[in-house]
């Protein structure tokens, strides 16, 4: 299974773990291997593809960091080095989406920050929308429906918002945090939990109820876990983050669908530290590279 990352993905001058993550899952993949999982640099992304789902004049901000307004619109503070960052990481997503769908294996992209930007703003740590960009290179290489899936803590309002309109891309979100939420639309569905023991049953429903589709993006945050102080909900632990890898994997597998996956939240805090954090992250990438062999070889 291929898993894209680059060093490029990490911006230099900002520090914010949204941006420092994918490093730090990649040097523990490096030093701790996953069997099947080989680790892929990706092509960074033109100006012009992100300008498909991303207004120029915000695109131009990130690229310059004026007007301050919009390049710093996600929520951190702006360098020089965002805009290749954010180009490389996108290219990640864009390149796990098509090695999906091309081959009809899984693959990953080590990318975070992606749901909740906008067409002219950031949003929520989120800088440019890399599910949507992807989906959009999937229907340009073929495919006829995308399906989003968004089980991060928070919900996927900028995701909603950039796909409504267009049947062939449906988002089906489960959030514990209204964080970002949205009012229902024909193809954004969304459910709120606020209790742990609703969460794994909701996500089952939204699966059960998705309907054929050529390609599944996975925002596959580990937020929802109990410790996360990002959007953690008492009671969903890590066997519960174990259990909903099996349920998504194993319902791709059984309907021969390919799931490209990137990583989204999941937050330091004093009870959940850098090793906990990665390693929550590496449940996903194990479930996908396991379901992956199973299913196509
Ligand atoms: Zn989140």
């Known amino acids: 299974m291929k898993l894209f990352y680059s060093p490029d993905y990490v911006a230099s001058g900002v ?3 949204t941006l420092q993550k994918p490093a730090w899952i990649a040097e523990s993949l ?10 892929e640099e990706p092509e960074s992304l033109s100006i012009g593809t992100v300008e498909e789902t991303h207004d120029p004049i915000y695109v131009s901000a990130i690229e310059a960091g004026e007007p301050g307004c919009l390049a710093e619109s996600q929520g951190f503070r702006w360098d020089a080095s965002l805009l290749a960052a954010v180009l490389a990481s996108n290219g990640g997503v864009v390149a796990a989406a098509k090695q999906a769908l091309q081959t009809g294996r899984n693959a990953g992209c080590l990318s975070s920050g992606l749901h909740h930007a906008r067409r002219e703003k950031g949003c929520g740590f989120c800088t440019f929308n890399g599910l949507v960009i992807a989906a959009r290179e999937a229907l340009h290489a073929g495919a006829e429906r995308v399906l989003i899936l968004d089980f991060d803590a928070h919900c996927g309002g900028g995701t909603a918002s950039l796909i409504k ?16 939420h949205y009012a229902p639309q024909a193809n954004a569905h969304l459910q709120v939990v606020t209790q742990a023991a609703d969460w794994l049953p909701a996500i089952c429903r939204q699966l059960d109820e998705s309907g054929d589709f050529d390609l599944c993006l996975y925002n596959a945050g580990v937020d ?9 909900l008492r009671g969903i632990t890590r066997e519960h983050l174990i259990k909903r890898e099996a349920l998504v994997f194993d319902w791709a ?3 021969t669908l390919p799931v490209a996956f990137v990583m989204a939240g999941g937050y330091l805090s004093k009870k959940n530290d850098r090793a906990q954090l990665v390693a929550l992250h590496r449940i996903t990438v194990r479930v996908a590279a396991v379901t992956s062999q199973a299913s196509h070889t």
């Open 165 to 180: 309109g267009d049947p062939r891309l449906v988002q089906r979100d489960v959030s514990v945090d209204r964080f970002d």
């Open 253 to 255: 597998r059984s309907r």
């Open 30 to 39: 490096s030093r701790s291997p996953i069997d099947g999982v080989a680790i």
């Open 15 to 17: 520090s914010f773990e």
């Open 224 to 232: 929802p876990f109990e410790d996360d102080e990002g959007g953690g």
